[in-house]
């Protein structure tokens, strides 16, 4: 009897060391390596960073923003996770490439929280449409309380919740570089005779743009100050001004108008490229120099007067140009 128990204890031992002989060690060594994000929701407001971080001890990891590119940022890129940073309202996703698998997380950028405004001001009948004062002091902050008034959706359409008309406080003296940046619920801008500088991308697709007066202290407006103001429809530029930069009025599709002062001496690179509403155009004899693509794709531009002449098209003009001030 005593012979059996120990034949069968035998056995019984026997069968356990080959259960675990079998075992796969790829099921093992795939559990230690799962990959995953530590949450696949994450929110942000404006101007916040936050960690992401990915369970992950495999080979390199590639990050990207596969939607919602103007509302985060991603730095400090490591194999074990991102820093995420809310730029403007809105939803975006995240991705983790690694190998060819492919692991997303979607994030949420909320605005900022304002607690205190003394700036803002109600029109009212109309609690749609917000007046903001902007001085010296509160630049950064009432740049991020505009953006905070317009969000992307899941689909990227732009949602406007309110619309923001702005007052430069008398004593400014410079708009600015990017001041107003991705501020897309920004109608309208009202700028004292003490400002004489706009900087360089100052209203950087601003989308909602409409209507803007230059007061003739401006002496300087820097490039790419109305890139992309695509609801943009007419300006005129100050006699102060002596350049008009390179990007400037870059893709204004709405740009309709647009009346150039015999103080202007060139016009810059790319400068009212893609204005594809532009009908009419006045160059001064005073313009010695144009930039490469600065009329490129202005379709409607049939109206080119330059030295007494006018031209229906853009190459027809540049040829007569090029004869009179070659490079």
Excluded at 282 to 296: D, K, L
């Amino acid at each position: 009897m005593q012979c059996r128990r120990i034949t069968a204890l035998l056995l019984s031992l026997s069968m356990i060391v080959g259960s675990a002989a079998f075992t796969n060690p790829s099921s093992v060594n795939a559990a230690k390596k799962q990959v995953k994000f530590s949450a696949k929701k994450l929110t942000v407001q404006v101007g916040q960073s936050k960690k992401l971080k990915l369970k992950n001890d495999q080979k390199k990891v590639t990050w990207s923003v596969v939607s919602g590119k103007k509302c985060i940022s991603l730095k400090a890129k490591k194999k074990t996770g991102v820093t995420v940073k809310g730029k403007r309202a809105g939803k975006a996703k995240v991705q983790a490439k690694i190998g060819k698998k492919k692991y997303t997380c979607i994030v949420t950028v909320k605005a900022a929280e304002d607690k205190t405004d003394p700036t803002q001001t109600g029109t009212p009948g109309d609690d749609k449409i917000v007046t903001l004062h902007y001085n010296d002091e509160n630049a950064n902050k009432i740049k991020k309380q505009i953006q905070g008034y317009s969000h992307y959706d899941d689909e990227d359409n732009l949602i406007i919740e309110k619309y923001v008309h702005v007052i430069v406080d008398e004593g400014v003296t410079s708009i600015e570089h990017q001041a107003f940046e991705f501020c897309d619920s920004l109608t309208n801008i009202e700028i004292p005779s003490s400002v004489t500088s706009i900087g360089i991308f100052a209203f950087f697709e601003c989308s909602s743009l409409k209507n803007i007066k230059i007061p003739f202290s401006v002496t300087s407006i820097g490039d790419g100050a109305f890139f992309e103001c695509i609801s943009l429809k007419n300006i005129e530029i100050p006699s102060s001004v002596t350049s008009i930069g390179d990007d400037t009025f870059f893709e204004c599709i709405s740009l309709k108008n647009i009346k150039i002062p015999s103080s202007v001496t060139s016009i810059g690179d790319y400068a009212f490229e893609c204005c594809i509403s532009l009908k009419n155009i006045e160059i001064p004899n005073s313009v010695t120099s144009i930039g490469q693509r600065a009329f490129f794709d202005c379709r409607s531009l049939t109206g080119i007067q330059w030295r007494g002449n006018t031209y229906s098209n853009v190459d027809t003009f540049l040829t007569a140009f090029q004869v009179k001030y070659p490079k």
